[in-house]
Every structure is written in structure tokens, then in C-alpha cells.
């Protein structure tokens, strides 16, 4: 009996200790943070398209040094996972098929090449995976998981008018003709949106001509463009693209000024002279290279030379790529601040994504979302004076030319 | 075909079967039985490549019947499986055709191309084929892209549903996509395999060794040529459908030229006339290219000095030299290798 009080009296110690901290336990329980958050990434290392997007390895990596160097996202430090498609979408596919069952799993995805975006849209959608990627229509849209990580190409143009009917002295209406790729990338500015949008400003579209990828001469094209009088060309084409183009216009002594977006940058400049790309118009969303008074520049260039990259590097996708890092780590920083870690998923994350007011990447770009646009809306035109991109006008807002199937 | 030591033929059946020893029995049904098991052990990853060998496999086989076999060399075989992947595509989608209906459709109106183009074989052959074949490569991206956009998607990819099997089935993940891409492609094995022991086959290979004296014994060279042209594109139609519901989108850019001569390059790989040397080829050239793109990335993050575009010249150059090493050192191809292997293994412990 003795024993049986000693016991109970024990026992209820015991209970009275221990209750008390079990209830602080269920009431605060303990999240543990991930080791590591990583971000996939699949861009072309090899294949047609290396040329241009071969230094987004090299700035996704450096971008990772940045932000792990200024805290990673909450303590966490980030890991790219880059894979390489190799101009292949097959490739890819398997790319994605790994990333997406990794272990742990990437919590965004970038996809640097339209092929890739169009083709793994819906599994991305599947798994639920919020993906920036560059912006042929048909990657982002119909509107899921998948964000443009610069403006459309439809939309681009649609700015290069704006920026042309503001800049534009002829008394005639000016004519402008298309020479782009024949590929989805290059195609993407030849809809209906274009057209009118372009006819809306007072913008005479005179020409709709397409080569391929693998053209050396496009002569013919350039000829049919002259007859019909075209006081530009804007071309959506990238790295080999707008050189053939250009040396095409030298060789037919056609003086006509010539026009690009985001694909048109330094990496035409490396593979012909400074002389051939001289006085031609690019546009982008994001500063230049050569604004070295830009923060984010300035910071780029800190990290570029730190992991002595080749100079021949600096071409359009660095920044790009950099710009990508920081706004994956902004949402999935705002979406564990709301949903703690333990419910970090990518419904979350595409909530903030969605949230994206704004967002100045170092200074680098200024990104907003919003339900209807799933890609941003600021650019800037720049032209080439003495081998560097200087801006010529003030930051633009672009209009939305999404096509009419996907609104 | 050769036979282990101390066996031999004694019955027509035995004569005519494909798998003869018990040993032989034992390695097919384990194989199968290992390759079927495969999703429950291997990775993602490597469930994907197999379905994208499994696909490769189809149409190597085809190309095999039709340039191992036949003789008739064939640049267009990947513009033969746009054919067939355009047209489950729209059947599926435009037409609501479940998936098994819409199949063997798709491989016979590739089929029906494929004998179009190759009706110049009549009169031109080697070099001049290949640059009439050439033009399936041209015409039908052309005519995907440009004839009536509104349905096939033009230049832009074309969505296309993950195959419903009934009762609500969706085959949506690789795995699953496994269990119908394999059991086809060993189906269409044992099909290619079968075809060069008939009368057709053996039509073909006469062809193939001499078309004049094949002619004078009484084959019909036009005819037999044009059959083989149709069985290619056949089996690249049912690759190419495959391929649509697999990648769950399609392009005119997943059907290139560079893709036709891969195809050819997987055959010479692997062993050309031969369909163990298709399997071979298309296994061996899928794996590597899959192997040496993981390389980039890697030698970019371990020797950050090289810089992107420079490591990235990496991957094309091993692939490059892996296939220029195995065509100066085994121009028979791994179908050869392996013919070596079986020898030595029936002959062992005595070399002759």
C-alpha cells in the first residue's frame, strides 16, 4: 500500500512536470528549415540557340553566390540545378523529368528556351511548379503555372512602335518590315494583335518575311523588303539572326535602320564587329551592361570578375539570368514569410508571383504580374553607339498584345 | 542464324524458330521480365529515356527494313513520324479517337506518305534517293506549318492530351507511359524481326544485294521497293504518334533533319541489317547523348573560368568522339561486338 501511494504520488509529479510542456509543444510546434532551397534550371549549353543562352550558366551561378553571400532566403542558402537541353526537346523533357523528382525538389523551375516552355507547359502545370521562362505566347499561356521572365515578344514590338511614332519625323507615315525567324520564337510577332496594334499607331507594316535559323543569306527577303520601301526592319530573331541580317543590308548597300529585341544584344556584336551592329535599336527590359553607374550593374560586374568569367560573356541572358535568382528568391522568401516553411508549396510561391508589384531587381528591372499579364510590361529601347548599348529613351511601358485565344 | 554448339535443326519448326535453345527461352522471358520491371527499381530519369529509346527503337527498326534490309536509303524518317504524330494528334484532339483507335491510323496514313516519297526509288537510288527523301524533310514541316494552321497549330506546338485508355484511365506520368511505349516497341521487335525470315523479307534483301538479278528472278523491284518504303514509314508513324502523347506536345522543330540522320546514325551504330543492331544503335546513341549533356553544367560549376559557352563545346565534342571512335574501331556496329561476345561465350574455354 505504501509502495502503491509512492507510485501514484510519482506519477502524478510526473504528469503535472510533463503536462505542461507537452501543451507548449502542441502550441508552438518546431518547423524545421530545408537545408537547402534549390531552383531548376533548364537552358541550352549546346545547340542552336548556346550561343546566347550558354552565359545564363555562368549567371545563375553567380547570382547564387550573391544571394547566399547576403543570407540566402530566411538562413536558407539557395542551389541552381542547371541542365542542359542541348537544343532538344526530348532532352529536356528527361531534364524536367529528373528536376521535378529530385529529392528535394527544385520549388521553381527557369526555362531559358521557348521549345522547352511550349512543350512542358501543362506537366508544369501538373506538378504544380511556378516556372519564369522566356515568353513565346504559347509557353505562358493559357495562363498556369508558367511566368514570362521579360515582356512577350508580341508585346515588344508592340513598344518598338510606340517608341517609333514618338520618335518618328517623316511626314509620311513610316513603314516597317518584319524579318524574323521561322520558328516559334521568331513567328511569335507575326499575329493579328501586331498587325493591328501597329496599323492602330500609324505604323505601316509593309513586310512579313521569315528565314531560318541555319540561313546565311537572305538576300531575297532584304530585296522584296527594299521594294517595298521600308524605312525599318525589326527582327525577332537572336545571336546569328540579326548579324545575317545586317550583313545582308552592307552587302545590297541597303541603308536601312534595323531593330531587335532582347535576342538582339553583345553576342551579335562578339560574332561580327562593333561597326555592323553601329546605330541599330534593341530593346529590353532590363539596364545595359554599360550603365556602370547602375547598382545592380555594378554588383553584376562584382560577382562577374570574382569567378573571372570570359569577357564575352557579358551578353543580354547574364542579366537576365540574375534578374530570374533574385525574383525566385523575393516570392519564395514573401511565400515562407506567410506560410512558413513546413506549407511552402507552389501554390504559394505562384500566390506571391501573382502578388509582384514593381519588384526592382537590384535595379536591374522592374517586375509586375498581375492576373491578366503573366509577363512583365517595362522596356526600355537602346542603341548601339561605338560598340556599347545605350539607352535611348525613358523606361516604356509595352502594350498588352496577348492573342485574342488566350485573354 | 548460328547455333550453340551441338544443337541442331532436325524439325521445319526448328528450323523456323526465332528463339531455339532453352537457354535462349530463359534470357528472353528474364529479359522481358527485368525490362517490365524496370519502373519499379530505376529512377525517373531513366524510365524516361527509356521511353524515349522505346521510340527511337520503332523507328530505327523501320528504317532498319527499309535501308538494312532493303537497300533504300531514307533521310526523311523523322518528317514520316511528324506525320503520324500530327495525325493522332488531331484525331485525338480535333476528332475526340481514343488513343488505340487513332494509333494504327496514324501509322498507315505515314505509311501512305512514305510510299509517295518513295516512288523516285524507281529510278534513282544511293546518293539521288537519299536527296529525293530529302524532300519529305522540307515538304511536310512545310505543309504543317502552312497548310491550314488553324488545325495543325502552324509553327506553334500543338497540345496534345496524355492517352486515355477508358474507365477513366489517364496515362499521365512517365511510368505509365512506360507500360504502353515498351509493350509496342517489343511487339514491333519481334514484327521487324519476323518480316526478313518471309517471302517479302527475303524479296528485299535481294534487292538490297542485287536489284537487276533480284528483277530477272522474278522479283517485282518497284513493287517490293515501295513496300519497304511503306513499312518504314509505318513503323515511323506509330513512332511518331508514340512521341506525341509521350511529350504531350508536338512541333514541326521535334521533327528535323538533324533527327532523320540520327536515326540512320543509331542503325550504323548499332549494325545496319540487322534488328538487334537497331535496338543496339538506338539504346547506345540515346544514352550517350543524354550522358554527355550532363557534362556542361558540371564542368561549368567545377571550372568557373572556362565560362559557359566554352564548357558547353564540351558535350558535342565527347559525343562527336564517342561516335568517331566506334566507327573507326567497329564499322559493323555493337550488333557485331555482340555476335564476337556470343561466340566466344559458346566456344569457351577453346578459342576455335
Known amino acids: 500500500m505504501k509502495h502503491l501511494a509512492k507510485f501514484a504520488l510519482v506519477l502524478v509529479v510526473l504528469l503535472l512536470t510533463l503536462a505542461p510542456l507537452a501543451a507548449c509543444k502542441q502550441a508552438a510546434p518546431t518547423v524545421q528549415k530545408p537545408t537547402v532551397v534549390r531552383i531548376g534550371v533548364i537552358t541550352d549549353a549546346t545547340g542552336p540557340y548556346a550561343a546566347i543562352a550558354g552565359p545564363t550558366l555562368d549567371a545563375y551561378l553567380d547570382a547564387q553566390a550573391y544571394v547566399n553571400d547576403t543570407g540566402g532566403i530566411d538562413g536558407v542558402p539557395i542551389e541552381v540545378v542547371v541542365r542542359d537541353g542541348a537544343g532538344k526537346v526530348d532532352l529536356a523533357t528527361s531534364m524536367y523529368t529528373e528536376l521535378v523528382n529530385m529529392s528535394p525538389r527544385p520549388v521553381m523551375l527557369n526555362l531559358i528556351v521557348s521549345a522547352y516552355a511550349e512543350a512542358l507547359h501543362d506537366r508544369i502545370a501538373e506538378d504544380e511548379i511556378p516556372t519564369l521562362s522566356v515568353t513565346a505566347t504559347s509557353a505562358i499561356y493559357p495562363r498556369a503555372y508558367t511566368f514570362g521572365m521579360y515582356l512577350t515578344y508580341a508585346d515588344f514590338a508592340g513598344l518598338f512602335a510606340d517608341w517609333l511614332m514618338k520618335t518618328w519625323k517623316g511626314s509620311a507615315p513610316p513603314k516597317v518590315a518584319f524579318l524574323t525567324w521561322d520558328s516559334t520564337y521568331g513567328r511569335a510577332i507575326l499575329t493579328q494583335e501586331v498587325r493591328d496594334y501597329f496599323k492602330s499607331k500609324g505604323v505601316n507594316l509593309v513586310a512579313e518575311e521569315v528565314f531560318k535559323m541555319a540561313d546565311l543569306d537572305v538576300t531575297t527577303q532584304l530585296v522584296r523588303i527594299r521594294d517595298k520601301g521600308a524605312d525599318w526592319i525589326y527582327s525577332n530573331s537572336t545571336a546569328t539572326g540579326p548579324v545575317v541580317v545586317l550583313k545582308g543590308l552592307k552587302q545590297l548597300g541597303y541603308n536601312v535602320p534595323f531593330a531587335g529585341a532582347i535576342g538582339f544584344d553583345w553576342s551579335c556584336m562578339y560574332i561580327s564587329t562593333k561597326e555592323l551592329v553601329e546605330g541599330s535599336v534593341a530593346i529590353f527590359n532590363f539596364v545595359s551592361w554599360d550603365e556602370t553607374d547602375n547598382p545592380g550593374i555594378q554588383k553584376m560586374t562584382e560577382y562577374f570578375d570574382k569567378a573571372s568569367r570570359p569577357a564575352k560573356d557579358r551578353t543580354v541572358l547574364y542579366p537576365l539570368g540574375f534578374q530570374n535568382v533574385l525574383i525566385c528568391k523575393e516570392v519564395i522568401g514573401r511565400a515562407v514569410k506567410e506560410v512558413g516553411w513546413d506549407k511552402l508549396s507552389g501554390e504559394a510561391i505562384k500566390a506571391q508571383l501573382l502578388k509582384l508589384k514593381n519588384f526592382s531587381a537590384l535595379g536591374i528591372s522592374t517586375i509586375t504580374y498581375t492576373a491578366d499579364r503573366y509577363s512583365p510590361s517595362l522596356a526600355r529601347v537602346y542603341q548601339f553607339k561605338d560598340g556599347k548599348l545605350l539607352p535611348v529613351s525613358d523606361w516604356m511601358e509595352a502594350p498588352n498584345l496577348l492573342e485574342a485565344k488566350y485573354k | ?352
Open chain 2, 1 to 352: 542464324m548460328s547455333l550453340p554448339c551441338g544443337t541442331f535443326n532436325e524439325t521445319y519448326a526448328q528450323d523456323m524458330a526465332i528463339v531455339r535453345t532453352r537457354t535462349q527461352w530463359i534470357i528472353l522471358v528474364g529479359g522481358l521480365v527485368l525490362l517490365f520491371a524496370l519502373p519499379t527499381f530505376a529512377g525517373p530519369r531513366v524510365i524516361t529515356l527509356g521511353n524515349l529509346i522505346g521510340i527511337s527503337v520503332i523507328s530505327v527498326l523501320g528504317l532498319n527494313i527499309l535501308t538494312g534490309y532493303c537497300g533504300q536509303i531514307s533521310l526523311g524518317q523523322a518528317a514520316f513520324m511528324a506525320v503520324g504524330a500530327y495525325t493522332q494528334a488531331m484525331l485525338t484532339v480535333h476528332l475526340k479517337w481514343p488513343f488505340w483507335a487513332a494509333l494504327p491510323v496514324s501509322g498507315v496514313v505515314a505509311a501512305i506518305v512514305g510510299l509517295v516519297f518513295g516512288t523516285p526509288s524507281l529510278r534513282v537510288k544511293g546518293f539521288y534517293l537519299a536527296m529525293a527523301t530529302l524532300a519529305a524533310q522540307f515538304v511536310v514541316p512545310w505543309m504543317i506549318v502552312n497548310v491550314k494552321p488553324d488545325i495543325t497549330g502552324g509553327i506553334h506546338s500543338f497540345r496534345v492530351p496524355a492517352p486515355a485508355l477508358g474507365g477513366g484511365l489517364v496515362l499521365n506520368t512517365q511510368t505509365e507511359m512506360f507500360y504502353v511505349i515498351i509493350p509496342i516497341a517489343v511487339i514491333m521487335t519481334f514484327f521487324a524481326k519476323n518480316i526478313v525470315r518471309t517471302r517479302v523479307g527475303r524479296a528485299f534483301v535481294a534487292i538490297r544485294d542485287n536489284d537487276l538479278a533480284a528483277e530477272v528472278m522474278g522479283v517485282n523491284v518497284f513493287r517490293y521497293k515501295l513496300l519497304a518504303f511503306a513499312i518504314c514509314s509505318f513503323y515511323a508513324g506509330i513512332a511518331g504518334a508514340l512521341w506525341a502523347h509521350w511529350m504531350r506536345n508536338i512541333a514541326p522543330t521535334h521533327f528535323h533533319l538533324v533527327d532523320s540522320i540520327w536515326y540512320l546514325g543509331m542503325l550504323i551504330v548499332g549494325g545496319i541489317g540487322s534488328t538487334t543492331g537497331a535496338v543496339f544503335g538506338a539504346v547506345f546513341i540515346r544514352t550517350l547523348d543524354l550522358s554527355v549533356s550532363l557534362l556542361s553544367p558540371w564542368v561549368s560549376s567545377t571550372f568557373p573560368a572556362i565560362g559557359g559557352q566554352a564548357s558547353a563545346a564540351l558535350s558535342p565534342l565527347l559525343f562527336g568522339l564517342a561516335i568517331l571512335l566506334f566507327i573507326l574501331f567497329e564499322p559493323r556496329g555493337l550488333y557485331h561486338r555482340w555476335e564476337i561476345f556470343k561466340a566466344a561465350y559458346r566456344l569457351h574455354p577453346y578459342s576455335h
